[in-house]
């Protein structure tokens, strides 16, 4: 097979995996009325079919990334596609909450070593440069709409089928890229074959899924109850536990060298920044078109189509760009078109039309978040020792998770406060509730604001090309 013709179906099969993983972060929304009707879960028990997924994707993430490096990254990817296969059958198959919740956990699970290990094979595949550029472009996009086309496909098959399609689709997806991954991907590992590091992988996994359950309990507990204060407590301690014993480890799990890097450090605090406001945008004007406008779920996942073709056009013209002008030159450039889609969307009405007020925003933002995207992830992949990609690959796609889940939580706990305030005072719930989003959507864009001023101290390409390569 032509070199050309097999790395074209390594992006393939990357991009597939994460346009799998990060589906099945949003598709499950539109179904969990269907889900709570089918197997009796309560309102405190349908909220964990999401956590459940959140909290073990955004734990495992560090781990799988840095396992990928160690034991190779085909092997590991295959490993990840197994689990997600296989939870995503059990899932469609529950007749009990506490497998379906089991189910979502594994699943939660193979998307952490799936995501990172994915945006390995591509960085280990392509030679810095335009070529790679295309690549994490298109990685990127297949994130973003996948993110935005969940509420499509799942009003489509809940409505057409049922809900459990939302997980047997996933088994002939699965099924396609491990044959796809066993005919066209090399298997390559850090060479110098360093054990796994034990005491690391403990510390900093139990470190973050303390911390993502302290900031999904905030959904229903307030920021000073024990549950929320407990976790985040433990959370800080281990990962401050975590943070010492790599620098005493020989061998360390992250090794903190890669820190130094500036163009790793300034990304992973641009795309945290970012996806805090990005996450919740799907979020809030979903609610919006169906709360205020009276859209239905399938009506308000179509209405999401702009948002997705902007992603990947903004994703298309990033991977261009970047050799050209190098990434701090687009990650401003998006970052400040993504503030500006929010300070737009910070003048919505509850009278406007979806076409008047929510449809320029939003071409706004995702065509800005398409841009950053392949940004960031070529700036925090620079200059990083080949045997580090499936650690910074984790990093990324750590910092995107926490960064999302910690800003949903916050933004839509300061919403939800605004609208209740105007509701007691008397204002008409459309109304009220318009106001909160305003004011989620004006503290976003000034998130993403501190995000531009971050990406500046981006090494700019002659100084990135010029850093020492992060080692083990």
Known sequence: MRTEGRTGLVLFASCLAQFMVVLDVSIVNVALPSMRDALGFDAEGLAWVINAYTLAFAGFL???????????????????????????????????????????????????????????????????????????????????????AGGLAGGLLVGLLSWRWIFFVNVPVVVLTAVLTLAVVRETRDESRPGLDVTGAVLVTSGLVALVYGVVSLESEPWVSPQVLGAMALAVVLLIAFVVSQRRSSHPLVPLSVFRLRSVSTANVVILLITSAMFSMWFFVSLHMQDVLGLDALTA?????????????????????????????????????????????????????????????????????????????????????????????????????????????????LAAAHTASLVAAGTAAPVAQTAGTTRAFAVSAVVVAAAVVVALFVPAPSRAADQEPARV
């Open 62 to 148: 560090l781990l799988g990334g840095r396992a990928a490096d160690l034991f190779g990254r085909r092997r590991v990817f295959l490993v990840g596609l197994g689990l997600f296969g296989l939870a995503s059958l059990i899932g469609g198959m529950a007749n009990h909450p506490a497998l379906l919740l089991a189910a979502r956990a594994v699943q939660g699970l193979g998307g952490a070593v799936l995501s990172p290990a994915s945006l390995a094979i591509l960085q280990t595949t392509y030679p810095e440069g335009a070529s790679r550029s295309r690549a994490f472009g298109w990685w990127a996009a297949m994130g973003g709409v996948g993110g935005a």
């Open 301 to 413: 996942g179509l209405a999401f189509l702009p948002q997705s073709f902007s992603v990947v056009i903004g994703s298309q013209i990033s991977s261009r760009l970047l050799p050209r002008v190098g990434p701090r030159a687009v990650l401003v450039g998006g970052g400040t078109l993504t503030a500006a889609g929010f300070a737009w969307f910070a003048f919505l009405t509850p009278t406007e039309s979806w076409a008047a007020g929510i449809l320029g925003p939003g071409i706004a933002v995702t065509l800005g978040i398409g841009l950053v995207f392949p940004a960031v992830t070529t700036a925090a992949t620079t200059g990083v020792d080949g045997g580090l990609a499936g650690l910074v690959s984790g990093l990324v796609t750590t910092s995107r998770q926490i960064g999302g889940a910690v800003g949903l939580s916050v933004l839509s706990t």
